[in-house]
């Protein structure tokens, strides 16, 4: 059944459209009906002056049941509707605008990723005097509230943004679809970094997400205020103290929402 509502729901305008054209052609044909048995002589005008306006009346009432039912849908059971049914079907990849990859050859080289191992201060030993001490030490990267972090580089199957897909083209409000979860979770934020922020990166929902996401909504962006231009999204998740356990980063393309 919620198919049925989502399709309902889908396709209102077009709904709408067809059933005004029909009740005004079938009122039409009523008024027609009417005017035929006043003037009617003969019984086969009068039987078929019925037959007609028994017609009309019965598309009559359809359209009108197909239109109440519309808005019936859209005004009571549309807000009780899970998000996730609503959302916008993902679009088809065209293979004919996606440019085609180079070839590779047989047996390509595979070059090995160097971990990098995070550097540990132990407190209160002392320092060997034969110990070597050089300049170049990493820092680990600074949080929200410039204190220390835990990073997870890149998108992982606990924090990602499926929707929408990389160098999408959006406009107005937007819609994203991911996950933010892990073991450590506080809250999640959704932020952008673009023409509109002036490098720096501002979020793009009112609030802090407080409840882990699944495969679900992580919140929505009204940008049609914003200039148009290729935009970077960072997802990321905290824990306790602020700690950045998870961040996620896609592109999208944002296009002026007026024509």
Known sequence: MERVYVFLIRNDVWIYIICGLGSIWYLSEFWRSRRMLRSAIFGLEKERGQWL???????????????????????????SLPAELLKPPTPTPN???????????????QTPTIAIAPTVTLQDQDVPANAAITDETESPEPAID???????????????IVEPANRFPVSGEVFFYGSADGDR??????????????????????????????????????????????????????????LVTGRCEVEILLQSSTP
Not at 96 to 103: A, D, E, G, Q, V
């Open 185 to 242: 979770f506080e809250s999640f934020l959704l932020e952008a970094r673009g023409p509109q922020t002036g490098g720096a990166w501002l979020s793009i929902t009112t609030e802090e997400g407080r409840e882990p996401v699944n495969d679900g909504q992580l919140g929505t962006a009204n940008l049609s205020n914003w200039l148009p231009g290729l935009y970077t999204v960072r997802l990321t998740v905290l824990a306790a103290e602020r």
């Open 95 to 109: 293979i004919f605008s996606t440019p085609l990859s180079s070839p590779t050859s047989a047996n390509p080289v």
């Open 53 to 79: 306006q028994r017609r009309s009346l019965i598309f009559i009432i359809f359209f009108f049941s197909i239109i109440s039912l519309v808005i019936y849908v859209n005004s009571n059971i549309a807000p």
């Open 146 to 160: 410039e204190t220390p972090t835990i990073i997870i580089a890149g998108c992982s199957a606990d924090v990602n």
